[in-house]
């Protein structure tokens, strides 16, 4: 209810009259969420603050819209290790107690594939720990989705710099907290997906010695036009108010938000030993998923991936019939984007005009 409240105090409590319905279910949940959070913590509160998060975690990380939730999937089929699913980045502040009271509930009201790509859900699909912090009234990016026509928050959160003490250590506490509860319950390897970590990964090794990072990168033109409509989806489905920013508005978030992930990203892969962090491409796993897990395997000393190659070649043969975007480039776009992500494409293989990658053949191309 704290949380919720300084939120809302935050951004002047300007919610949309159209939206008052979400404000009132939130202002309900944060109510049960704040009694299960006691509960939990009286059950449990000891052994999650001891609990180590040994092995450090495998961070799967990548602009949005860029595969990253296919990677993290594909890498979560390997028994060896866990991830934090839906219902417990959904119900963060309370999952050990409250699970089996909330998996039917979240069945029913978890709708069956994303606004923003039509890709399946599930509560017990792998999730991006950053809805599990935002949920948790840590300092986030994400603040943003529930006021987009209000001034970003904590965007230097995306690349750690300048960041204000105290919000880096509530930062840093919710993320320990989060992850430890999942080591207490799994008691696994963790793999971990948010693209929010991307800027993160120099920040994200200090913390947790021994961490591996793996990042996905795609056709830069797509991932920009698909990011912008992933932000117009959320702010639609999960905002707070209506939004009222223009198209040349939203490119030049997703432009800034960009800017601020890779120059984090591009300065903490040069502090990385070469066993801690490898790159694939999109349209690589696409076209041949089984070999880009075993790269990844080898670069990361992983162990053995013989045994999850088959499960990728037969997770890789359902999604077949899976139809993505069909986006149109319009030339002026393609043009500004290849600008200002050049260094994007140029560290991770893509032609500087169009954004396709060069090491995939055009037959190969097109099924991604």
Not at 31 to 44: C, E, G, H, P, T
Not at 113 to 132: C, I, S
Not at 205 to 233: C, D, Q
């Amino acid at each position: 209810m704290s949380d919720y409240a300084g939120l809302l105090s935050h951004h002047r409590f300007a919610v949309s009259w159209q939206r008052l319905p979400m404000f009132f279910l939130v202002g309900g949940c944060s109510v049960a969420n704040s009694v299960l959070s006691a509960m939990q913590d009286w059950r449990y509160g000891k052994r999650i603050r001891h609990q180590p998060i040994e092995p450090a975690p495998i961070f799967v990380v990548g602009h949005w819209r860029s595969g990253t939730t296919l990677l993290h999937e594909l890498l979560s089929l390997d028994d060896r290790f866990s991830y934090p699913t839906t219902l417990e980045c959904f119900l963060p502040h309370h999952f050990l107690v409250s699970e089996p009271l909330f998996r039917p509930l979240l069945k029913v009201l978890l709708p069956s594939r994303r606004p923003m790509d039509n890709m399946p859900t599930g509560v017990d699909l792998p999730q991006e720990d950053e809805f599990a912090l935002a949920a948790m009234g840590a300092p986030s990016p994400y603040q943003q989705i529930a006021f987009p026509n209000m001034p970003a928050r904590h965007t230097n959160l995306l690349n750690m710099e300048n960041v204000a003490p105290q919000v880096e250590a509530a930062f840093a506490d919710n993320l320990t907290k989060f992850l430890q509860t999942l080591m207490l319950k799994k008691n696994k390897r963790l793999i971990l997906k948010s693209p929010t970590h991307t800027g993160r990964i120099a920040w994200l090794a200090k913390r947790y010695p021994g961490s591996k990072f793996v990042h996905i990168a795609r056709n830069p033109v797509e991932v920009f036009l698909s990011t912008k409509r992933l932000w117009r989806r959320l702010h639609e489905v999960q905002g707070f108010q209506l939004p009222r920013y223009s198209d040349a508005d939203l490119s030049e978030i997703v432009h800034r938000d960009y800017q601020a992930m890779y120059q984090g990203y591009m300065k903490g892969r040069r502090e990385m030993a070469a066993d801690q962090w490898t790159e694939v491409q999109f349209e690589q796993l696409i076209a041949d998923a089984p070999s880009v897990i075993r790269q990844i395997y080898q670069r990361l000393n992983l162990g053995d991936s013989s045994q999850l190659e088959g499960a990728v070649t037969e997770n890789m043969r359902e999604r077949k019939n899976y139809q993505a975007a069909d986006y149109q480039y319009p030339p002026d776009t393609v043009a500004d984007v290849m600008r200002r992500w050049g260094q994007y494409a140029l560290t991770f293989g893509y032609d500087l005009n169009s954004g396709e990658p060069l090491s995939v053949p055009a037959e190969l191309r097109s099924r991604a």
